[in-house]
């Protein structure tokens, strides 16, 4: 099946842990995204690439990493320097510079 | 960067019954696309208008631009329980990479 995946599902973190969120895709999409999501609120873009080993920061980039070393994939990691890292978190893939965006099914992220 | 607005946060009707959407944005675009969100789980595309457009239908769907008034409606017609979800347009932004500047979300509930 085409698709995005995400992994895992639920992740539980002690304050001071770094944390990697998995993305891949199989749609052969160039650009890829995360994005953050809180209760009751839109997406805020954390990070996006629009090409292998290349990406640019989005609204709030401050304390997550990314890489993006193949086009299938984009890591996303959560830093101890995130202050409030307790969300849903969404990689989303899109063909051009255009158009709809594909969506992965998310990764809930709670800090103990 | 800016957000859009959706109005309102939350509608209840009775299955059936027709449910209208509103989002207002603030910048210029090149379209504007409304998405879907069951409760936990990832975005799945409904439907893109081009700035050019002033309406568009897909099967109980129908999306109309205004780009005087910045305003989108969405209108999904002889509702069902299955559309029960958060519902949220984006539009991209010129200035930005085309990067999608996201509303609130309308939390829908269609009452059996």
């Known amino acids: 099946d085409g698709g995005i995946t995400q992994s895992p599902k639920y992740l539980f973190r002690k304050e001071g842990q770094n944390v990697t969120l998995s993305c891949e895709q199989n749609?052969?999409?160039?650009?890829m995204y995360w994005y953050r999501q809180d209760p009751g609120q839109g997406l805020r873009l954390i990070y996006y690439s629009q090409i292998v080993n290349d990406f640019q920061k989005g609204d709030i980039a401050e304390g997550y990493s990314v890489s993006r070393e193949k086009k299938e994939s984009f890591p996303l990691t959560v830093t101890s320097a995130q202050k409030n890292p307790t969300a849903f978190y969404l990689c989303?893939?899109?063909?051009?510079?255009?158009?709809?965006?594909?969506f992965g099914e998310g990764s809930r992220l709670t800090v103990l | 960067s800016q957000q859009g607005e959706e109005d309102p946060q939350a509608l209840s009707i009775q299955e059936g019954e027709n449910a209208t959407m509103n989002c207002s944005y603030k910048?210029?675009?090149?379209?504007l696309q409304w998405y879907r969100q069951n409760s936990g789980r990832g975005l799945v595309h409904l439907i893109l208008i081009r700035s050019n457009e002033r309406e568009k239908h897909s099967g109980r769907l129908r999306v109309t631009l205004d780009t005087s008034k910045k305003s989108s409606s969405l209108l999904i017609t002889a509702s069902r329980a299955a559309d029960t979800a958060s519902y949220f347009c984006?539009?991209?932004?010129?200035?930005?990479?085309?990067?999608?500047?996201w509303g609130a979300g309308t939390k829908l509930i269609i009452k059996p």
């Open positions: 749609l052969n999409h160039d650009a």
């Open positions: 984006a539009t991209d932004d010129m200035d930005s990479n085309y990067q999608l500047i």
């Open positions: 910048t210029s675009i090149n379209n």
């Open positions: 989303a893939t899109r063909q051009g510079w255009t158009g709809e965006l594909f």
